[in-house]
Structure formats: C-alpha cells, structure tokens
Nanobody, 122 residues
Framework: QVQLVESGGGLVQPGGSLRLSCTGA????????IAWFRRAPGKEREGVSY????????YYTDSVKGRFTISRDNGKNTVHLQMNNLKPQDTAVYYC???????????????WGQGTQVTVSS
C-alpha cells in the first residue's frame, strides 16, 4: 500500500524556521516527482514546490522563493522542505504529494499525504 507520511509541522514565530519531512511507506520516493502543496484557511490548495525525479531540478512558487528549500534524502526515503524566515501568511496545512509529471497542479497529483499543520504566529 502506497502511503506518504508528513511530519515536522508546528507553531513558530514570524522569522522562525521549520523543516517538514515526507516519508514514503510501501514505495521508493526516489522514482517519483515529489511536491509540497498547502491549504491556508479559507483558500484553495496551492502548489509550493517540487523536486524532479529525473534530474533533481527544483521549482518554487514565487511567494516562497529564497526562503524554502526542497531536498531528497534517498537513504531515508524522505523528502524535506526547509522553511526559513516564515511569515504569518505561510500558515496552512502542508501536504506532500507525488506528481505524474513535474508540474505543480492538483490535477496531476497521484498520491496525497494526510497533511501537517504549520502555524506562524507571535
């Protein structure tokens, strides 16, 4: 059974950092394009970042460029999202997902994780 498990969410003050992790259970993440999406309160789910399984290239939505970094740890079958200089508008439930092609679109997701809450507040 394919399963994605997120961890690392929590409450952090503005300007702080968190590292989210997405671990694969039952399959190897190494062979998949892996993305992070988020859903803020009252808003639609949006794509945040992805890492390409073919060449390791990465993509970030404009609002997180320079602050977030996506990376793989194939030895631990895990993809991380390092989030620095967090802002209140980053508050959301963050979801890990596999993509059929390396494009950030909900319609191209093949598997979803259950989500982890990130709250940025003083």
């Amino acid at each position: 059974q394919v399963q994605l498990v997120e961890s690392g969410g929590g409450l952090v003050q503005p300007g702080g950092s968190l590292r989210l992790s997405c671990t694969g259970a039952g399959f190897s993440l190494e062979h998949y394009h892996i993305a992070w999406f988020r859903r803020a309160p009252g808003k639609e789910r949006e794509g945040v970042s992805y890492i390409n399984s073919d060449d390791g290239t990465t993509y970030y939505t404009d609002s997180v460029k320079g602050r977030f970094t996506i990376s793989r740890d194939n030895g631990k079958n895990t993809v991380h999202l390092q989030m620095n200089n967090l802002k209140p508008q980053d508050t959301a439930v963050y979801y890990c997902a596999t993509l059929s092609v390396p494009i950030l679109a909900n319609s191209l997701v093949t598997y979803w994780g259950q989500g982890t809450q990130v709250t940025v507040s003083s």
